[in-house]
């Protein structure tokens, strides 16, 4: 029924968090105890004199060694919004990643829908995505081979055509007289390797462009991997709640072969 895939993606999601939570909590009590060694008394007694006599020598010391001592390195500042996005290639390429997690959830809530009305009922309609998740797990595999032949910002643009061609297959506006499901399948499948210029080179090109950015202004370099980890959730999620949100909206006004045209113009635009 209705509730049963959300009880087993839940149950597997608890299972998941318990099973990581354990191992790592062993992981963790282990590392603690191997990296504090037990201290009999006369290591104790030998450190302490050791730590008395350093303070006495201390002491003894001119007062600029003192104030030399007492100097700490300046920590570097952490990034911040105002920064990274004031990098223009930061910018389109975190548009980039939205529009690929846009494209990805665009026609989950319509997609039915038209299957249905090709006879394709509900419990059938799932393996249709095989096809998308197939060209996204084969191109993302081989996406670091793919960065090495041509540089990524091509590949985002090309990324873009893709999607264009993609939508205009689905919504089979220009094709009238193919079958509908082919086209789909095709189209599927071609959106895959659309999301992965999108998204997979978008997010190489945004990281490699705040790492150089953080060392050219002296940033704690440190903190590049946690904020980059933070605006990357931040695009996958805008992107990927604005999709259903647009798709059906404007299935309602234009129907569906025009929904995914509107989709395939906007890449187009945004493309040139």
């Known amino acids: 029924g209705y509730m049963l895939p959300y009880f087993v993606l839940g149950s597997v999601f608890i299972t998941l968090a318990a099973t990581f939570y354990f191992t790592h909590a062993f992981e963790d009590a282990e590392d603690s105890v191997s990296d504090s060694p037990i201290l009999d008394n006369s290591e104790e007694l030998r450190l302490s004199s ?17 104030s030399s001592l007492k100097e700490q390195p300046i920590k570097p500042e952490s990034i911040t919004h105002k920064f990274a996005f004031s ?12 529009i690929s997690n846009l494209c990805q959830s665009y026609l989950d809530p319509i997609m039915a829908m038209k299957l249905y009305d090709y006879g394709i009922m509900a419990d059938k309609s799932g393996y249709v995505f ?10 993302g595999f081989l996406g670091g081979h793919i960065a090495q032949l041509a540089a990524k910002r091509t590949l985002i643009l090309s990324g873009y055509l893709i999607g264009c061609v993609t939508f205009c297959l689905i919504g089979h506006e220009f094709f009238v007289g193919a079958d ?3 086209l789909v399948v095709g189209g599927l499948f071609l959106n895959g390797l659309s ?4 998204n997979l080179f978008a997010t190489m090109l945004v990281k490699a462009e705040l790492m150089e950015a953080a060392e050219r202004h002296g940033l704690d370099k440190g903190s590049v991997g946690g904020y980059f980890g933070g605006l990357k959730s931040s695009c996958n999620l805008i992107g990927g709640f604005l999709g259903p949100l647009i798709s059906s909206y404007l299935y309602l006004q234009l129907g569906f072969e025009l929904t995914c045209i509107s989709l395939a113009a906007f890449e187009l635009v945004y493309f040139c």
């Open 195 to 198: 999301c992965v210029c999108h």
């Open 87 to 98: 990098i223009p290639i930061v910018k389109y390429s975190c548009l980039s990643i939205v």
């Open 50 to 66: 050791r730590s008395l006599q350093r303070l006495s020598d201390d002491s003894n010391k001119p007062e600029n060694e003192h």
């Open 180 to 182: 509908f499901l082919v």
């Open 130 to 139: 095989i096809f998308y998740v197939m060209s996204y797990s084969f191109f």
